[in-house]
């Protein structure tokens, strides 16, 4: 059975960081795209950033110079360094995989956790 299990969230104030991970299992996700999506109450799902298996990440333009995604094949785990956090960046972080390379798009992945909470007080 695949699984994407999120963990690392929860609350810090603004200018904080976090550091959420992704623990995968049921297969290997060493070729997959692996990304961070993000879900505040009210609005759709978003892209934050996503990593192919080798090459560096790709972030969104709202958080780019914050979060930085890493990845640990050996470990079967993806990573989200969150740094200056801002009151907007509060949501549910999801993280997601898939085999395509489409990594901004929310449709381009079949793979996905329960997510886990962020929360950013100012």
């Known amino acids: 059975q695949v699984q994407l299990v999120e963990s690392g969230g929860g609350l810090v104030q603004a200018g904080g960081s976090l550091r959420l991970s992704c623990a995968t299992s049921?297969?290997?996700?060493?070729?997959?795209?692996m990304a961070w999506f993000r879900q505040a109450p009210g609005k759709e799902r978003e892209f934050v950033a996503a990593?192919?298996?080798?090459?560096?990440?790709i972030n969104a333009d709202s958080v780019e110079g914050r979060f930085t995604i890493s990845r640990d094949n050996a470990k079967n785990t993806v990573y989200l360094q969150m740094n200056s956090l801002k009151p907007e960046d509060t949501a549910v972080y999801y993280c997601?995989?898939?085999?395509?390379?489409?990594?901004?798009?929310?449709?381009?992945?079949?793979?996905w956790g329960q997510g886990t909470q962020v929360t950013v007080s100012s």
């Open positions: 049921g297969r290997t996700f060493m070729s997959d795209v």
């Open positions: 997601a995989a898939d085999r395509r390379f489409r990594p901004v798009d929310v449709k381009g992945y079949e793979y």
């Open positions: 990593i192919a298996w080798i090459g560096a990440g």
